[in-house]
């Protein structure tokens, strides 16, 4: 059963840093893309980063504008996890951080992890 747990959200400072983690059961991160997308209050649920699967991809990881060179996605497969590190936080960062997987053809997400930046 394909599982995935979010955690690290958090209250911050603008400017401040914060790790994101997304503990993944039921497959393996490594063969597999996972994604980090967000919500904030009124908006529409967006994407923020993917590191791709190993297997399939000669593309490490790819980032949605607005956080590039800002987010770095990354993953440990001793311990199956994916990290979102946020860095340079800034208020409209501010949002319900999900981790996502598509398993064939079946969309997963975790429970969500809340962000909040104050100024």
């Known amino acids: 059963q394909v599982q995935l747990v979010d955690s690290g959200g958090g209250l911050v400072q603008a400017g401040g840093s914060l790790r994101l983690s997304c503990a993944v059961h039921g497959i393996s991160a490594s063969a597999n893309d996972i994604n980090w997308y967000r919500q904030a209050p009124g908006q529409q649920r967006e994407w923020v980063a993917t590191i791709y699967g190993s297997f399939y991809s000669d593309s490490t990881d790819g980032y949605a504008h607005s956080v590039k060179c800002r987010f770095t996605i990354s993953r440990d497969d001793a311990n199956n996890t994916v990290y979102l590190q946020m860095s340079s936080l800034k208020p409209e960062d501010a949002a319900v951080y999900y981790c996502?997987?598509?398993?064939?053809?079946?969309?997963?997400w975790g429970q969500g992890t809340q962000v909040t930046i104050s100024l």
């Open positions: 996502n997987a598509v398993i064939q053809f079946r969309e997963y």
